[in-house]
C-alpha cells in the first residue's frame, strides 16, 4: 500500500460546531502524511477513508449543589475505510468525550476545548485505522 485518500468528513450530528469537520480532516490527513509512508492523493488511493460525525452532545457530568459543576461534550464518529487491493472495507467507530467546567457556555467550552478535541480524536481516528497495518 503506497497512497491513501481521506475524503472530508461529514457532520451528520444533530448539534453541528462548523469548525469541527474542517479541522479534524486536515488534521488526520497531516497525521498520516507526518506519520505513516503513506502519499495523499485523489484518485484511486489503496486506501480510501470516509468519515461521518455522528454525535455531538453536551451532558451534565458532575453537579455540586443545584447547579451543574462539570459538563462532558461527547464526540462519536463512523469511518469506512475500503481497500481498493481487496476490494474490502471495514467500519470503525471512535468516540471520545471531554469534560468542561459547568460554569461555561457551549461557546466558551468549545473554543477552550478546540486543539486537544481535534489532536484527540485525530489520534484516535489514526490509531483505530492504523492499528492492524
Known sequence: MKTVKVNFIENRASYINPQLSPRLTDKVRQKI?????????NNNADWEI????????FT????AGQQSANNRL????????????????????VSRSFEFK?????QAAEASL???????LADDIFNKVFSNW
Not at 502524511?33 to 492523493?41: D, G, I, K, W
Not at 459547568?102 to 457551549?106: M, R
Open 33 to 41: 502524511v507526518a506519520q505513516t509512508r503513506l502519499t495523499q492523493t
Open 50 to 57: 470516509s468519515g461521518v460525525i455522528t454525535q455531538y452532545i
Open 60 to 63: 451534565t457530568s458532575a453537579i
Open 74 to 93: 461527547t464526540v462519536s464518529l463512523q469511518l469506512t475505510v475500503y481497500d481498493r487491493k481487496s476490494e474490502e472495507s471495514r467500519k470503525v467507530d
Open 102 to 106: 459547568g460554569s461555561l457556555t457551549v
Open 114 to 120: 478546540g486543539d486537544e478535541l481535534i489532536r484527540t
